[in-house]
Every structure is written in C-alpha cells, then in structure tokens.
C-alpha cells in the first residue's frame, strides 16, 4: 500500500504461523524484496527484469539436490553385477513358479546374448527395443544389451502398436529383441529391424568378451505419456542408474537372502529401479505376470511359495 506520501511504498508480509515457520517466512520476504530489487535495477538498465532464482537460491538448490558425493565401486551395473557373479555364484538371481536362475547361469547367458548383439555391430549407446510383456526373461535379456553397450528402449506388448511403432522410430531403432514369441504388431512389420528372438539363438553362442560400459554411457530411454503432445524420450545413463541402485538398496537394508517383487510395466521406471536396487543387493527377483497381479489371494500364496520379502 502506499506510504506516507507519494513517494514511498509501504510493503507488509503475513504469514500464517501455524503453517510456515518464520525462517520460511523471511526467506520468501527476502526473495521478493531481491526481485524488487533487481528489477527496478534492470528497469534502469533497460535490461529483463526477474531472475527465476538468484544466484545464491541456485547454490542453496543444488546443495539439496545433490546430497552426499559417493565414489561408485564400478563404472557400470552390467559390471556389478559379473562381480556378483564371481562372488556368489550358485545364489537365485530370478525365481519363478518353474525354476531358480543363479546369478552365474544369469551372467553367462547375458553375456551370450550381448556376443549375439555384438556379431550384429551393435555401436556403443545405440538402443535396442525390446517388444515383451512383464517376462520373466526380461532382466537377463536388459542385462545382456547392457553389457554389449547397448541403451534399453522398452516396446511393452499392451501398448497401441502406432505408439510402438513411433517410440522405435523416434529413438532410431535397428535392433529389435522380441520375447516369449510374441506376434510383431502390424504397425512394426514393415520397419527396417532385425528382429532377434532369444529362445531361437544357438546355445552355444560363444560369450563376450568383457566389454567396459562407462558411466557416461547410455544406459535407457524412457518415453513420456505425451499428453502434452508427442511423446518425448528421456535418456538416462548408466552413472545415474548404478548410483539408484547402490544407494537405494542401501537405505531399505537389502540382503542377498531377500526376494524382491518385479510386477511392474517394462515401460515404467519402477520396472528398472527394482531391477538395480535388488540385483545390487545381490538379492533375487521374483518376476510375475499380469494374470498373476489380477489374482489377489493367489498373490498372497505367490509370496509364502517364492518367500518374498520386498515389494513396492
């Protein structure tokens, strides 16, 4: 309101104190007499006014977004997890309603599986789609692409196909892995693919050679819902990933007797945090499928039968 004459301005600032404590108060109150500030200043200079952070707001949010520094033990998941292997290499790494898959049986089949990726000139951070639905052998088969380098693109099976079909297109797909013999939507039939089906690969694949996945390296894309229009992918690298996975695992206390629940979409992110947070662990996984979630009771006797202990 204006002040005592023309001249001046009077500015007064309530807060509610049973809802904002009065450092919270000030700091708005700082903060807005700072734009005040500066955009009478720029005014003056002829320059835009308004800053959307000042610059020791930006160092306040950064300090809180970053939190604790902490060297990562290894540039990359794919090597975490053959360092697993070595060391505890009959424990389950998946289990489901028909077998137990160690973590040696799970290395060894990624690492035939990224020689397969590899013999078809796979390029460092190219992705590869995989079409599937919620697969029990979709760990082994993200697992194996990352070690060949490759960037995980999910094609989840309960998707429009023209939805699959731009998702593949945007993201510059060559290289399509499809699992359980799952049909290729029509919208996908004419693209330029290779279509690789796991089940049909020689067992006698050679492995391959270790390959040294760095942290900068593209690890998975994501595409947003597109409800603001088309969809948009969101690249992720493996840094990032394997800082998810240490850290998380950590704060819930994870063990490598624990067994983990993995029921979500291919195509969601919880699918690909509780893949890291439980294989970091050292922990198993227990997949399940969609008749499988609609089945309430039946999710109780799943968990007594598998021994789960986590789920999100």
């Given at each position: 309101h204006e002040?005592?004459?023309?001249?001046?301005?009077?500015?007064?600032w309530y807060a509610n104190a049973g809802v904002y404590t009065h450092d919270t108060a000030l700091t708005w109150f700082e903060s807005l007499l700072g734009w005040i500030r500066y955009a009478v200043d720029a005014l003056s200079r002829r320059e835009e006014p308004l800053p959307l952070l000042f610059p020791h707001e930006?160092?306040?949010?950064q300090t809180w977004q970053e939190g604790p520094r902490r060297a990562l033990p290894v540039p990359s998941f794919p090597e975490l997890f053959r360092r697993l292997a070595e060391k505890q290499p009959h424990r389950p790494a998946i289990v489901t309603a028909t077998a137990t898959h160690s973590y040696q049986a799970v290395n060894d089949r990624s690492d035939r599986l990224a020689r397969t990726l590899l013999d078809l000139s796979l390029r460092r951070g190219e992705p590869v789609a995989?079409?599937?639905?919620?697969?029990?052998?979709?760990?082994?088969?993200?697992?194996?692409l990352w070690k060949a380098g490759g960037c995980y693109l999910p094609l989840s099976a309960d998707l429009p196909g023209e939805r699959l079909a731009f998702m593949a297109k945007d993201a510059g797909v060559r290289l399509l892995?499809?699992?359980?013999?799952?049909?290729?939507?029509?919208?996908?039939?004419?693209?330029?693919?290779?279509?690789?089906?796991?089940?049909?690969?020689?067992?006698?694949?050679?492995?391959?050679?270790?390959?040294?996945v760095m942290a900068d390296d593209l690890a998975y894309i994501l595409?947003?819902?597109?409800?603001?229009?088309?969809?948009?992918g969101v690249m992720l690298r493996h840094a990032g990933m394997l800082n998810l996975g240490l850290e998380m695992s950590a704060r819930l206390g994870l063990r490598s007797d624990d067994r983990a629940l993995l029921m979500a979409?291919?195509?969601?992110?919880?699918?690909?945090?509780?893949?890291?947070?439980?294989?970091?662990?050292?922990?198993?996984?227990?997949?399940?499928?969609?008749e499988e979630m609609n089945d309430i009771e039946g999710m109780k006797a799943l968990f007594r039968q598998h021994g789960v202990t986590v789920a999100t």
């Open positions: 002040g005592q004459n023309d001249q001046t301005l009077a500015l007064t930006a160092r306040q949010l995989v079409l599937t639905e919620r697969s029990a052998a979709l760990p082994e088969i993200v697992l194996g892995i499809v699992l359980d013999g799952l049909a290729l939507p029509e919208e996908l039939l004419d693209g330029p693919y290779t279509v690789i089906r796991p089940e049909e690969t020689a067992v006698d694949t050679p492995p391959a050679s270790p390959l040294a595409y947003t819902s597109g409800s603001t229009g088309a969809p948009k979409s291919p195509s969601f992110d919880l699918w690909i945090s509780d893949l890291l947070v439980t294989w970091s662990a050292g922990a198993a996984l227990v997949p399940i499928r969609r």
